[in-house]
């Protein structure tokens, strides 16, 4: 109840300390609208900054106070799952494991919680993601396993690639197209996925185990031949196999190396794409 009130009373100061921003905010552009001596230049100057100064504390303000007002309703065992120690989300990801299927909802929960990094109090909804996707995978919940799916697309590689160790650990073949363009994803991030520490590593090793648990290895390697050796004809004849069951999937994932930081890849893709004629 304590913390409950905490949450509640930081929200109106938020949104008290917004109000007052604002106000400043609108002062001050009314006076600048105005027109002002040139003695005053130095005056309108400075109110120019102080006005600026006071939006961007105010869009602060709303930002916080929004994600409060969304954490507000969160167990708190929920929103451990958030904070910025390990030790603490570890605890919160054992705590609820014991509780079995029960704690499905909660991890559901979590979900619907703001993705978001910034540090308003003890919380970063990356790794509330994250863990909860690690609990749902951990717990086989298949249930979850549209609501996983949207979490592929995420902005953070740490969730989409728990995200893709969910569905190789489920063994859930329909994720096979959505995960085939994860494999240009060379960003690092730092993952569980099924371990009992964090572990560094990056997205398209981890989409890459997933699909080997799939049965897809040989996909896998067929892929990778065509981007890391040069002008490879075989290695595209290869791939081309796949093309009858995964040709969309296939594409995206050569549009997605077009589009990544490795060149070569890049050359790789694009070559491979003229071929297709895609």
Same mark, same amino acid.
């Given at each position: 109840?304590?913390?409950?009130?905490?949450?509640?009373?930081?929200?109106?100061?938020?949104?008290?300390?917004?109000?007052?921003?604002?106000?400043?905010s609108i002062s001050a552009l009314i006076f600048l609208a105005l027109k002002t001596p040139t003695d005053y230049v130095p005056l309108a100057i400075l109110a120019t900054i102080v006005f600026l100064r006071l939006f961007f504390f105010s869009v602060d303000a709303?930002?916080?106070?929004?994600?409060?007002?969304?954490?507000?309703?969160?167990?708190?065992?929920?929103?451990?799952?958030?904070?910025?120690?390990?030790?603490?989300?570890?605890?919160?990801?054992?705590?609820?494991?014991?509780?079995?299927?029960?704690?499905?909802?909660?991890?559901?929960?979590?979900?619907?919680?703001?993705?978001?990094?910034?540090?308003?109090?003890?919380?970063?909804?990356?790794?509330?993601?994250?863990? *909860?996707? %690690?609990? &749902?995978?951990? +717990?086989?919940?298949? @249930?979850?396993? $549209?609501?996983?799916?949207?979490? #592929? =697309?995420?902005?953070?590689?740490?969730?989409?690639?728990?995200?893709?160790?969910?569905?190789?650990?489920?063994?859930?073949?329909?994720?096979?197209?959505?995960?085939?363009?994860?494999?240009?994803?060379?960003?690092?991030?730092?993952?569980?996925?099924?371990?009992?520490?964090?572990?560094?590593?990056?997205?398209?090793?981890? *989409?890459? %185990?997933? &699909?080997?648990? +799939?049965?897809?290895? @040989?996909?896998? $390697?067929?892929?990778?031949?065509? #981007? =890391?050796?040069?002008?490879?004809?075989?290695?595209?004849?290869?791939?081309?196999?796949?093309?009858?069951?995964?040709?969309?999937?296939?594409?995206?994932?050569?549009?997605?190396?077009?589009?990544?930081?490795?060149?070569?890849?890049?050359?790789?893709?694009?070559?491979?794409?003229?071929?297709?004629?895609?």
């Amino acid at each position: 109840k304590a913390e409950q009130w905490s949450l509640k009373k930081l929200w109106k100061v938020f949104v008290f300390c917004a109000a007052i921003a604002v106000s400043v905010s609108i002062s001050a552009l009314i006076f600048l609208a105005l027109k002002t001596p040139t003695d005053y230049v130095p005056l309108a100057i400075l109110a120019t900054i102080v006005f600026l100064r006071l939006f961007f504390f105010s869009v602060d303000a709303f930002s916080r106070g929004f994600l409060l007002h969304w954490l507000r309703p969160l167990p708190l065992i929920v929103r451990q799952l958030g904070s910025h120690y390990e030790l603490q989300r570890m605890e919160a990801l054992k705590q609820l494991l014991d509780m079995g299927e029960k704690a499905i909802p909660f991890f559901l929960q979590a979900l619907e919680a703001p993705e978001d990094i910034a540090p308003y109090g003890d919380w970063n909804g990356t790794w509330a993601h994250q863990y *909860a996707i %690690e609990g &749902l995978g951990r +717990l086989k919940a298949r @249930e979850a396993a $549209d609501r996983v799916a949207k979490e #592929l =697309e995420s902005n953070h590689a740490g969730v989409r690639a728990t995200s893709a160790w969910f569905f190789g650990e489920l063994g859930i073949k329909e994720a096979i197209p959505d995960l085939i363009p994860l494999l240009v994803d060379e960003k690092v991030c730092c993952v569980l996925c099924g371990s009992n520490k964090e572990w560094v590593t990056s997205v398209n090793h981890i *989409a890459a %185990e997933a &699909l080997r648990k +799939l049965g897809e290895g @040989e996909l896998v $390697d067929d892929f990778k031949s065509v #981007l =890391e050796q040069e002008r490879d004809e075989e290695a595209l004849e290869r791939l081309k196999r796949w093309l009858p069951q995964y040709r969309h999937a296939i594409v995206r994932g050569l549009i997605n190396a077009l589009q990544g930081s490795n060149v070569f890849n890049a050359s790789q893709a694009a070559w491979a794409l003229g071929k297709l004629n895609a």
